[in-house]
């Protein structure tokens, strides 16, 4: 089994910056990705980072220039540095992981139980 735990959230003022952490642990094998999602209320989860094993990272389009994703294949970790909030980022953020949990060539998905991030206007 894998487990993904989160940490960082909280409430901060629009303008205001924070940094979501992520640790993968137990049985693993390799990373092949790791990323950010989030979700609001009454609205579909949503990619909003992700790192590929050796690749350049992506964003959406509405936090590109604003987050930053970094992550350590071999630590097993996955950060999210997110500046110049805004009240619409207002979201549950789930760390997602893309795993080999044996020898053979087959990767699997998990997710974090998630963090909440309230941005006041």
């Known amino acids: 089994q894998v487990q993904l735990a989160e940490s960082g959230g909280g409430l901060v003022q629009a303008g205001g910056s924070l940094r979501l952490s992520c640790v993968a642990s137990g049985t693993i094998f390799g990373i092949n990705s790791m990323a950010w999602y989030r979700q609001a209320p009454g609205k579909q989860r949503e990619m909003v980072a992700e790192?590929?094993?050796?690749?350049?990272?992506t964003y959406a389009a509405s936090v590109k220039g604003r987050f930053t994703i970094s992550g350590d294949s071999v630590q097993k970790t996955v950060s999210l540095q997110m500046n110049s909030l805004r009240p619409e980022d207002t979201a549950v953020y789930f760390c997602?992981?893309?795993?080999?949990?044996?020898?053979?060539?087959?990767?699997?998905?998990?997710w974090g139980q998630g963090t909440q991030v309230t941005v006041s206007s």
């Open positions: 790192i590929r094993n050796g690749g350049t990272p």
């Open positions: 997602y992981a893309d795993v080999r949990t044996s020898i053979a060539l087959r990767w699997y998905a998990y």
